[in-house]
């Protein structure tokens, strides 16, 4: 019979590296001091790595720089924990992730429809903000993306030119599912969604 602390890596091996975990992730396979105890000796055996209070990660290693830093998606989704939550990145990691904002963000929040939490790992801090269903409606599709950038950039920094690299960098697909997903954004900011979806604003 297998122990919590072999169950507990067995899971982690078959996620692979790069996954992110918390202590909740193992509730089934043991109590809680249990699973924290062998998440712990798997730290000290370098098998995974303690990034933040209960928080892990098993590391992806590249053959140059040695082990990876874990994705920000990662330790957002494992922070979301396993109620199969919404997660939208909002603000300026939003606009930096479609290329509208060079600005590399030390505080990346992202929305979410489950428990508010906040995390700091190295120098970067990561925060789930809790915020109402319509905001996260489009939570996981590029066009929540769109409208949380637009939203960070405001009302008085946006303009066509601004928003031409999204012209080329939004597939057919995904100019479609905004079209639909406009009366979900503010209304400042609907003629430039129709703008990037191909239509006539």
Known sequence: M????DKVISRIYGRGRGSVWTPADFGDLGGRDAV???????????RI??????LYHYPEKHPLLGEVAPSIDNIAKALAGRDH????????YAANLLRLSDQIPARVVFLTDAWSRKVNVGALTIELRRVGPKRVAAAGRTSGLVIEALRYLGKDHV???????????????????????????????????????????
């Open 85 to 92: 939550s919404r997660l939208l990145p909002s603000g300026a």
């Open 159 to 201: 303009s066509r030119k601004r928003l031409e690299p999204l012209l080329e960098l939004l597939s057919e697909n995904d100019q479609r599912q905004l079209a639909e997903d406009i009366r979900l954004a503010p209304e400042w900011m609907q003629g430039y969604l129709k703008y990037i979806a191909g239509e006539k604003a």
């Open 36 to 46: 924290d105890a062998a998440l712990s000796r798997h730290a000290r055996q370098e």
């Open 2 to 5: 297998q122990s919590v602390e």
């Open 49 to 54: 790595r303690r990034i933040a209070r209960g």
